[in-house]
């Protein structure tokens, strides 16, 4: 069973930065294809940000530029480092895993975290 931790949102001007971190119990979290998502009030959730298993990583192109996703082996973590952050990326952010090829499918991950809240205004 794989468990999924984020953390590291908050309330944050335009142009700022945010780091979350997505930490894995249950499971080497390196095996798996590791994807952000968010999701607006209202919204449907929309991919983010993935990385494979092989360290391939893909990026929605609202975030191409701005956002970038690594893994530390040793922390079972991944971590979504946000950058030039604007008030459309206000989102509560999920962390998810999938145990096969990458996908920005949501439906197709397996675990989910519970989320950690992102508000970008002035």
């Known amino acids: 069973q794989v468990q999924l931790v984020e953390s590291g949102g908050g309330l944050v001007q335009p142009g700022g930065s945010l780091g979350l971190s997505c930490a894995a119990s249950?499971?080497?979290?390196?095996?798996?294809?590791v994807g952000w998502f968010r999701q607006a009030p209202g919204k449907e959730r929309e991919g983010v940000s993935c990385?494979?298993?092989?360290?391939?990583?893909y990026y929605a192109d609202s975030v191409k530029g701005r956002f970038t996703i690594s893994r530390d082996s040793a922390k079972n973590t991944v971590y979504l480092q946000m950058n030039s952050l604007k008030p459309e990326d206000t989102a509560v952010y999920y962390c998810?895993?999938?145990?096969?090829?990458?996908?920005?499918?949501?439906?197709?991950?397996?675990?989910w975290g519970q989320g950690t809240q992102v508000t970008v205004s002035s």
């Open positions: 998810a895993a999938l145990y096969g090829t990458w996908t920005m499918d949501s439906d197709k991950y397996d675990y």
């Open positions: 990385i494979s298993s092989k360290d391939s990583t």
């Open positions: 249950g499971a080497t979290l390196d095996y798996y294809t």
